[in-house]
């Protein structure tokens, strides 16, 4: 049981990519999901959880009105919109689940599976 991001590439500083979360062997809408990501000597952070069935979503202060999650249940599949894309964004993006409500902290989520690279440089 595992959520695969994909959607990652190389982008200028403005830019904007979305990353998509699909996962096998369970239906998106019943857990939470959140995206992380991790830089390179850091910590996995989490930048936006959202609450099951996307009711309430939480963002890291200093992704907040440029990242935007969304979930589309027809396709069992969680998006992470982003735009105005940073050099500190440079991070590979992950995807978790979890039962607990109104949680992003790592060691509450699961069902990690390989992230996508997101790299913004210019």
């Known amino acids: 049981v595992q959520l695969q991001a994909s959607g990652g590439g190389s982008v200028q500083p403005g830019g904007s990519l979305t990353l998509s979360c699909s996962p096998s062997g369970f239906t998106v809408d019943d857990y939470a999901i959140g995206w992380f990501r991790q830089a390179p000597g850091k910590s996995r952070e989490g930048i936006a959880c959202?609450?099951?069935?996307?009711?309430?979503?939480y963002y890291l202060s200093s992704v907040k009105g440029r990242f935007s999650a969304s979930r589309d249940s027809g396709k069992n599949t969680v998006y992470l919109q982003m735009n105005s894309l940073k050099p500190e964004d440079t991070a590979v993006y992950y995807c978790?689940?979890?039962?607990?409500?109104?949680?992003?902290?790592?060691?509450?989520?699961?069902?990690w599976g390989q992230g996508t690279q997101v790299t913004v440089s210019s």
């Open positions: 959202m609450s099951k069935r996307g009711a309430d979503t």
């Open positions: 978790g689940s979890t039962t607990f409500y109104g949680s992003c902290h790592v060691r509450d989520f699961g069902s």
